[in-house]
């Protein structure tokens, strides 16, 4: 008996394509098809269709739960005008808002390029979000995590006057770099000790820049005709 492709094709693909002896490399992805289908009967299972307006280019911010058990997406809940962040149970369906900000949408320019800020910071320890960035005059973090508000005060408090772009931690979670953006002296990175309290500037991408003499950036709104 002869099947065809079946259960699937790749292992064809990546031995007839990859070539390692002429520098050419075929590399295949895999993901677990009980994740959308029952593996018994091969039955695809729709967990959720986002379409209309709102999605012209899909959905940008998403992230799947350290357990895999549910999907976590910046989307429009039913109702509400602005994107918030929401856990989308993979067994039910069901669709619990695990942060959202009145007259603020999540922010998504991170997931347009990685070198901007990500719309939310991941715990090294669970590899779940401890905080979200939404859209406004000035970026608002928002901590969804009780056990991380006492430290993400701290990072915050070492540039008051300045907008958190990025965290980072081993993976103990005792060391901590932070990096600020601000518009007359952006890119300031620290280091923080979460068990001496103590911080100190690692890096200044331009120094030779006197923030005295740069201006400061003022918000304009403009209406939309809806």
Same mark, same amino acid.
């Given at each position: 008996?002869?099947?065809?492709?079946? /259960?699937?094709?790749?292992?064809?693909?990546?031995?007839?394509?990859?070539?390692?002896?002429?520098? *050419?490399?075929? %590399?295949?992805?895999?993901?677990?098809?009980?994740?959308?289908?029952?593996?018994?009967?091969?039955?695809?299972?729709?967990?959720?269709?986002?379409? =209309?307006?709102?999605? @012209?280019? =899909?959905?940008?911010?998403?992230?799947?739960?350290?357990? !895999?058990?549910?999907?976590?997406?910046?989307?429009?809940?039913?109702? %509400?005008?602005?994107?918030? *962040?929401?856990?989308?149970?993979?067994?039910? !369906?069901?669709? #619990?808002?695990?942060? &959202?900000?009145? !007259?603020?949408?999540?922010?998504? +320019?991170? +997931?347009?390029?990685? *070198?901007?800020? &990500?719309?939310?910071?991941?715990?090294?320890? #669970?590899?779940?979000?401890?905080?979200?960035?939404?859209?406004?005059?000035? /970026?608002?973090?928002?901590?969804?995590?009780?056990? $991380?508000?006492?430290?993400?005060?701290? *990072?915050? &408090?070492?540039?008051?006057?300045?907008?958190?772009?990025?965290?980072?931690?081993?993976?103990?979670?005792?060391?901590?770099?932070?990096?600020?953006?601000?518009?007359?002296? @952006?890119?300031?990175?620290?280091? $923080?000790?979460?068990?001496?309290?103590?911080?100190?500037?690692?890096?200044? /991408?331009? /120094?030779?820049?006197?923030?005295?003499? +740069?201006?400061?950036?003022?918000? %304009?709104?403009?209406?939309?005709?809806?």
């Amino acid at each position: 008996t002869v099947s065809r492709n079946k /259960p699937y094709a790749g292992g064809f693909i990546t031995e007839h394509y990859g070539q390692p002896a002429r520098g *050419l490399y075929a %590399v295949q992805i895999e993901f677990n098809r009980n994740l959308y289908m029952d593996e018994r009967t091969l039955e695809k299972t729709l967990l959720l269709r986002l379409t =209309g307006p709102e999605y @012209p280019l =899909g959905v940008s911010v998403a992230h799947i739960t350290s357990d !895999g058990e549910a999907l976590v997406l910046g989307i429009y809940p039913e109702g %509400v005008d602005d994107t918030c *962040l929401v856990r989308i149970d993979r067994a039910t !369906g069901e669709q #619990t808002i695990i942060a &959202a900000l009145e !007259g603020h949408s999540v922010c998504n +320019m991170g +997931m347009v390029s990685p *070198l901007l800020p &990500a719309p939310f910071i991941l715990s090294k320890k #669970t590899q779940e979000p401890i905080a979200v960035r939404f859209v406004g005059d000035r /970026p608002i973090y928002k901590v969804i995590d009780k056990d $991380y508000e006492a430290i993400w005060a701290k *990072l915050a &408090a070492i540039e008051p006057d300045k907008v958190i772009a990025g965290v980072h931690s081993d993976k103990e979670e005792k060391k901590w770099i932070v990096a600020f953006t601000d518009d007359r002296e @952006p890119g300031l990175s620290y280091l $923080y000790d979460s068990e001496t309290d103590e911080s100190r500037l690692l890096f200044r /991408p331009f /120094p030779q820049l006197n923030k005295e003499e +740069m201006a400061p950036m003022k918000a %304009v709104h403009t209406n939309a005709r809806d």
